[in-house]
Nanobody, 120 residues
């Protein structure tokens, strides 16, 4: 079975930084896209950033220039470096990955989420 586990969330002051990590484990043949999404109270879940297996990235306009997504394919891990954090970045951050298993068709998986809170 496949599992995604996020880490690195916490409480930080505005202007500070956090680095989120998400490690995939289990029966994995390959991973295509990986990404980060977030959901704040009263809002729908939104895309933060995605990265393909080849390193192509997409960022939400609200985080461009402040966040950087990266991945380590050997470790099946995706990272999100968050700098210059703002209170509006406060949300539950979820990891997502499109994973091809050895004995199953590819499917998207979600982590449990890690809370990021930015104080003013």
């Amino acid at each position: 079975q496949v599992q995604l586990v996020e880490s690195g969330g916490g409480l930080v002051q505005a202007g500070g930084s956090l680095r989120l990590s998400c490690a995939a484990s289990g029966s994995i043949a390959s991973i295509n896209n990986m990404g980060w999404y977030r959901q704040a109270p009263g809002k729908q879940r939104e895309l933060v950033a995605t990265i393909t297996s080849g390193g192509s990235t997409v960022y939400a306009d609200s985080v461009k220039g402040r966040f950087t997504i990266s991945r380590d394919n050997a470790k099946n891990t995706v990272y999100l470096q968050m700098n210059s954090l703002k209170p509006e970045d406060t949300a539950l951050y979820y990891c997502n990955a499109d994973i091809q298993g050895w004995f199953r068709r590819s499917s998207y998986y979600w982590g449990q989420g890690t809370q990021v809170t930015v104080s003013s």
